[in-house]
């Protein structure tokens, strides 16, 4: 096979003297790139430019969902693109989307049976197999199949923290057997923990009950007639917490503005 000359197009990496050339295959085609690059960068580095399949490049925001395999090796793997690091011999099929289940719901309408709503809008979450095919693939090394459980036997509370590192990146859902759309799922039952089941935060209801009262108003006043350099050394000399104080252990000197 004809290997694909790198045109580094995309990316402004350059490789560092005498590194290793290592040939991976992106949507079928053989390309030599520097190893060390992540499966990102090493598109990139091939010639492709990215319009969709990217967005923080940090982990976080699930859009660069991966599939690989490697050259001889059967089994099919996961990752996202800009944390996995391309290796040789890596053959690659990024996913810039995949489609997953979103039925529309007010939460402002669900009242005091949160588990029958869930069953009502995600019905296919109780036909889950417990394959643990979506735990094996999640890149964050969430065990979905688990929350999903969580989910069946109503343990609203338990799914929502269980599925809480979830990037929305889809790969669960690509796999499932059952078509669950598992991250949609998850994120309606977080919704649904955090409007029905989690006790409200009084300390967080007074204070935007003052702030709506006009507490602040005259603060907020003076502060927007203050010449910006006053407000900077303000701001610099301002009365900091700790850090990694503990819960409750820590008070302003001054707490008229409380
Ligand atoms: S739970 Fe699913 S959507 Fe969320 S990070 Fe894992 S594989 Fe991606
Ligand atoms: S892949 Fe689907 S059926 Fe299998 S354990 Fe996960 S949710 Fe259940
Ligand atoms: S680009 Fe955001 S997780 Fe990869």
Redesign the pocket.
Known sequence: MTKIKPAATGDRTIPPKGAKMIPIFIMGREYMVPETLTIMKAIEYSGYKYTRGCGCRGGICGACATFYRFVGDYRLRTGLACQTVATEGMIIMQIPFFPSNRPDYNLETVTDTPHEVLRALYPEVFK???????TRTCPMDID??DY?ALMKRGDLKGASIKSFDCVLCGL?AS????Q?S?FTAAMFVRRLYGRVIMPKAEHLTKRVTEITSGKYNGMLADLAEMDRDVVKKLYVEREREPDMSGAGAWMPKDVSHL
């Open positions: 889950c197999v417990g394959c643990g095919t979506c979905v199949m999903i669960c796999r499932c057997p059952a669950i598992q």
